[in-house]
């Protein structure tokens, strides 16, 4: 019964930061809020995710370092900050949520999914 819509994307140029809101209009208690990519060609990458609750969060390798998942409970939002963008992170971004287990902690088995929005990075 989540549901949940990203915003924010865009074009951007190699090494500028963008912001990607993940708004939910149900209710996140003892969920976990989970960002995924997809790039062209490829398949969908977990990307990490914010446990509602705690706040405590977890990160791919990958973007460990320059992304950054925060939430904003008051507003039941969830926001991607991510730095020094590249021409590999060009991809569809979607937010998910799920409630908090050992598999949503790893990017497996979520229950509800945003539309996602394109972020393209020129170099």
């Known amino acids: 019964q989540v549901q949940l819509v990203e915003s924010g994307g865009g074009t951007v140029q190699a090494g500028d930061s963008l912001k990607l809101s993940c708004a939910a209009s149900g209710r996140m208690v003892r969920h976990v809020m989970g960002w995924f990519r997809q790039a062209p060609g490829k398949g969908r990458e977990f990307v990490g995710c914010v446990t509602w609750g705690s706040g405590d969060t977890v990160y791919a390798d990958p973007v460990k370092g320059r992304f950054n998942m925060s939430r904003d409970i008051a507003n039941n939002m969830g926001a991607l900050h991510i730095n020094n963008l590249q021409p590999e992170g060009t991809a569809v971004y979607y937010c998910?949520?799920?409630?908090?287990?050992?598999?949503?902690?790893?990017?497996?088995?979520?229950?509800?999914w945003g539309r996602g929005t394109q972020v393209t990075v020129s170099a």
């Open positions: 998910a949520a799920g409630l908090f287990t050992s598999a949503t902690t790893r990017g497996r088995g979520y229950s509800y």
